[in-house]
């Protein structure tokens, strides 16, 4: 695990270093492990409202010494609760997906609000899940996948986060995508459908949505267009 929490702590850090907003970059990343401003504080050693500081802004941009105490302090805090997302980020650098399966899988530097990611597939919303932000996305074909991947490989599409979106492609009703998700713990933000109207979705799509409390949408603009916009987000 040692090799996996560098890889991972250089990535952390060099986001955060590299990013126009710091602050938001530093949130995302607290936010997907799972860790509370007051649980990162005391971590550190400093006061809850230094650490709100720092990801509002209110502070200057904190220098690479402070981003280095802040990962090694987010791993050592993910290490106590047994290593679940450096565990994650092993897996998803040995993933090596085939492109018919997965059409593109990014993290973004920041949080993107749902509403953003829906502009960019083009989606209507079916049901309003528990999130509002997404981390990053997966484009899957949802026939390769489901017939092609197993439990553990399909656990990957989540890439470095589970607070993403996952597309599937090829879609003509949805159930076989959501039952699938019913079956691999955890769940993601977001799932939109794309290839298909509304009208023909599931009839029990939404309630299955509902009771995961996962963000439900369609989607049947153009892939590739999907495609390019989603690389701008």
Known sequence: MSDAREELSRRIAGEIALSDDPGATLRKWRTDFDVSQTELADQLGVSSSVVSDYESGRRESPGIGVVRRTVEGLLDIDERRGGGRIRQHARVLSAGFESDIVHDLREYSTAVPLSEFYEAMGATEIVRGDHDHVNGHTVIDSIQAITRLSSEEFYRLYGQSTNRALVFTRVTRGESPLVALRVVSPTPNAVVLHGIEDGD????????????????ATSNRDLDDCLADLQAL
């Open 201 to 216: 979705l599931w009839d029990h799509a939404a309630d299955l949505a509902r009771v995961d409390g996962v963000s439900l």
